[in-house]
């Protein structure tokens, strides 16, 4: 595969995810997931997830419990280093969360990615975010 092909597979990686993640399925959206990946969540205050059944069960219990709507808006994703089987990237992202209570919820954040290619399909090794932009002023 070239590095065309690979930077276009890495960023329809990042669009199943999103999809998947907005119409609030699991198994699909961390299955983005390499079996032993990890989501770092911690700078944003949910915690580190370690291995794909962590990271399923955390968007099952912890986000889709509590989400009535979510959309992630993914802008200015930038793949670096490619080599072989292992990438890096980055990529921003507006996310918007109705909650179930009524409550509304909108965060600008940055995923600093490492990728795998397993099988033949780019997964996400590993996910951290990381807040970037200030919430609005009260």
Known sequence: MSHIADRAAIHDLNTRYAVAFDGFRVNESSGCW?????????????????????????????????????????FNHLVTDIEGNRAAGSVFC?????KNDGGYVRSHVKYEDAYVRVDGQ?????????????GAPS
């Open 34 to 74: 390499a079996e032993d990946g990890v989501l770092d969540e911690r700078e944003t205050g949910f915690g580190l997830f370690q291995g794909r059944e962590a990271i399923r069960d955390f968007f099952r219990d912890s986000l889709f419990a509590h989400a009535r709507y979510v959309i992630h808006v993914m």
């Open 94 to 98: 507006l996310v918007e969360v109705v």
């Open 122 to 134: 780019w997964k996400f090794g590993s996910r951290v975010i990381k807040p970037s932009f200030p």
